[in-house]
């Protein structure tokens, strides 16, 4: 009786072990919906500004996360998404969201 006691609390242990391992780097990434686009541009992960022309609609990705962003009249992208210590993440990538022209109502 005790050698399956300790057998079931060895295996439940176990078992919380490997569920305490998943962590944070078990996070799924999230992704541009353009991601596979022939407009989308690859950086380096450290770049956390970079000229896109002014107005334009931006997806980039910065770390795991996404941001969709208009560019002001500078036509700067600058990452607002931040690490742990308030510093912008760099950036991965980004595309260039198309406009899609609106039809008059």
Request: proline share 5%; hydrophobic share 40%.
């Given at each position: 009786m005790k050698r399956i006691a300790c057998s079931t609390a060895a295996l439940a242990l176990a078992a919380v072990a490997?569920?305490?391992?998943?962590?944070?780097?078990?996070?799924?990434?999230?992704?541009?919906?353009?991601?596979?686009?022939?407009?989308?541009?690859?950086?380096?992960?450290?770049?956390?500004?970079?000229?896109?022309g002014a107005h334009a609609t931006v997806c980039y990705k910065a770390g795991t996360r996404v941001m969709t962003t208009t560019v002001g009249e500078d036509g700067i992208l600058t990452s607002?998404?931040?690490?742990?210590?308030?510093?912008?993440?760099?950036?991965?990538?980004?595309?260039?969201?198309?406009d899609f022209p609106t039809s008059p109502e």
């Amino acid at each position: 009786m005790k050698r399956i006691a300790c057998s079931t609390a060895a295996l439940a242990l176990a078992a919380v072990a490997l569920v305490g391992t998943a962590g944070p780097s078990a996070a799924s990434a999230q992704h541009c919906d353009d991601r596979t686009s022939a407009d989308k541009v690859e950086l380096d992960h450290q770049t956390t500004s970079v000229y896109v022309g002014a107005h334009a609609t931006v997806c980039y990705k910065a770390g795991t996360r996404v941001m969709t962003t208009t560019v002001g009249e500078d036509g700067i992208l600058t990452s607002t998404l931040l690490n742990g210590k308030g510093a912008p993440k760099g950036i991965s990538y980004y595309v260039v969201v198309p406009d899609f022209p609106t039809s008059p109502e």
